[in-house]
């Protein structure tokens, strides 16, 4: 049975910052791209960021344009586990994070069958 299980979400204060992880079960964890989203209420599912596997520990990373320089994405394959380190937060980063397996193709993510649940946070001003 595939799990991924987000953690690390919580309060923080703008310009604050959280480390989000990811931890996978039941797959071959290299096999997979894995991928951040992040849904704030009443608002589409955006993408944050994703990591693919080049072979040894080389990884490749992809940004959602408002993310990059303030969010960086890594994985550790030996623990079968990505995070997502979140500086310099503002409040309209609030939203709840999802973590995802999928693919990767032309400079995008594509999320597959497998989400977690997500974590909360929350970014006062």
């Known amino acids: 049975q595939v799990q991924l299980v987000e953690s690390g979400g919580g309060l923080v204060q703008a310009g604050g910052s959280l480390r989000l992880s990811c931890a996978a079960s039941?797959?071959?964890?290299?096999?997979?791209?894995m991928g951040w989203f992040r849904q704030a209420p009443g608002k589409e599912r955006e993408f944050v960021a994703a990591?693919?596997?080049?072979?040894?520990?080389?990884?490749?990373?992809l940004y959602a344009d408002s993310m990059k320089g303030r969010f960086t994405m890594s994985g550790d394959n030996a623990k079968n586990t990505v995070y997502l380190q979140m500086n310099s937060l503002k409040p309209e980063d609030t939203a709840v994070y999802y973590c995802?397996?999928?693919?990767?193709?032309?400079?995008?993510?594509?999320?597959?069958?497998?989400w977690g649940q997500g974590t909360q946070v929350t970014v006062s001003s």
């Open positions: 995802a397996t999928g693919t990767t193709g032309r400079g995008t993510f594509n999320p597959g069958d497998y």
């Open positions: 990591i693919g596997w080049m072979g040894g520990s080389k990884t490749y990373t």
């Open positions: 039941g797959l071959t964890f290299s096999r997979y791209a």
